[in-house]
């Protein structure tokens, strides 16, 4: 019989959007106020200067209503001209997709490939970077945790590399998987534009984005000529002084930032990584207890929100996705673009403990015993015992 209501919770195990904890539903659950007034100014101060704390940063974080494809954007609006060329590494589908929009730009976006099972490898921007006599790399982009692939790249190693060669590039990371999920320093890594979004660790709806910044990426910002409007970092700066913004902000999804850097605070940040990390490890051992293979190859670069499993060949992945989401009404992620069908993702960040841990490597488990997919049983197991001793 056709069942119309489904009972009990969806269980929202993708990459991002993740689950968002009621706490922040019941603090955006308001009727929204005058952005220009003052009950308005003293929730955009809390958040601009709480958001701080999130990117460990002392400088300024600009916050846009926009998905974090508009924070990408506006991380290269603001600091490049026409035809400069910028480094960045293809790690995987969402590198390619910053890849994509800087040509649009019309930039000239220089690629280091990967094979997607990996992370980037600071040498390798070394060895570019040296090579570049005439300084014409303008930035170095790179994906901090590559949510297609559960790769992560070591942003500070990046960094290290850079000054070793002694280049002036800028660099600039997308966070937009990782920040408040895996430990990220904007300042102490001299990172110049850190770019993330609401929707993944920071445990919001979809809606908001950021572009952290260094004093260096400000001095960029007033030499260059890209053409921008919406995305002008100097329109939010003087704005953002009283607690405004240069267009309706997105108030009820601030009403819930405000929450959500609250909840981080309350738990710790380091204890939110070190939840974060024995999660993705427990679910790698769940899925080495299946017989399954992690799409990450690189063992230094495993992600600690999400993970990318490999299916055997001649299995679709999406439909192992599809039982699971019929019978169990949860939502794994797909792979993306040359992995469609080859992977599934699980994600394990955001509002997230060790029961829905369980639940979630329980619906995968139930979904294999549903499929034919070839495999062992017992991954939940492992993943508990795990749980129990490293507790
Ligand atoms: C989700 C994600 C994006 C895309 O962000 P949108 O909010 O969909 O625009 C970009 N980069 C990474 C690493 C992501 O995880």
């Known amino acids: 019989m056709k069942k119309n209501y489904k009972a009990g919770r969806h269980l929202l195990q993708i990459p991002g959007p993740t689950n968002v904890p009621d706490r922040i539903l019941r603090a955006m659950d308001y009727p929204t106020i005058d952005h220009r007034g003052e009950e308005f100014f ?13 990117f460990k940063t002392e400088n300024h974080v600009i916050i846009y209503p926009a998905s974090g494809t508009g924070a990408w954007e506006a991380a290269l609006v603001n600091t490049l001209s026409p035809g ?23 930039l000239n976006a220089e690629l280091i490939e990967t094979n997607w099972r990996r992370g980037a490898e600071p040498e390798k921007i070394a ?3 040296s090579s570049d006599k005439t300084g014409k790399i303008k930035a170095v982009c790179i994906v901090h945790n590559e949510t297609s692939t559960g790769a992560m790249s070591d942003v500070f190693k990046v960094r290290q590399c850079i000054d070793d060669v002694g280049h002036s590039a800028l660099l600039m990371a997308d966070t937009i998987s990782s920040l408040a999920s895996s430990d990220f320093c904007h300042d102490e890594w001299g990172v110049d534009v850190t770019v993330s979004g609401s929707q993944k660790g920071l445990m919001l709806p979809p809606g908001l984005s950021f572009n952290a910044i260094s004093e260096k990426a ?11 409007s919406y995305w002008d970092w100097g329109e939010h700066i003087t704005s953002n002084s009283t607690g405004a913004f240069p267009y309706t902000p997105a108030t009820n999804l601030l009403f819930g930032l405000n929450e959500a850097i609250l909840m981080l605070k309350e738990e710790g940040l380091d204890n939110v990584f070190l939840r974060h990390k024995r999660h993705a490890e427990a679910t790698r051992l ?16 495993f992600s600690n929100t999400l993970t990318a499993v490999l299916l055997p060949e001649g299995h679709n992945a999406d439909n192992l996705r599809s039982i699971v989401l019929d019978k169990f009404d949860m939502a794994l992620g797909n792979g ?3 992995l469609a069908g080859k992977v599934f993702r699980i994600g394990h960040l955001g509002d997230f403990n060790d029961l829905m841990l369980v639940a979630t490597l329980g619906g995968i488990e139930m979904g ?3 499929s034919d997919v070839p495999h062992q049983v017992g991954g939940t197991q492992a993943a508990m015992q795990f749980l129990k001793q490293n507790s």
């Open 286 to 301: 769940a899925v080495q207890t299946w017989g399954l293979e992690v799409l990450c190859e690189n063992k230094d670069d």
């Open 336 to 338: 993306l673009s040359r």
């Open 84 to 106: 400069d060329t910028v480094l960045m590494v293809e790690t995987g589908h969402f590198a390619s997709l910053w890849v994509k929009l800087a040509r649009r730009l019309g």
């Open 42 to 54: 003293n929730l955009a101060k809390k958040c601009l200067s709480g958001i701080k704390d999130i």
């Open 368 to 370: 294999l015993a549903n």
């Open 218 to 228: 400000w001095g960029a910002y007033e030499k260059s000529t890209l053409p921008r």
């Open 127 to 129: 060895e570019r970077l």
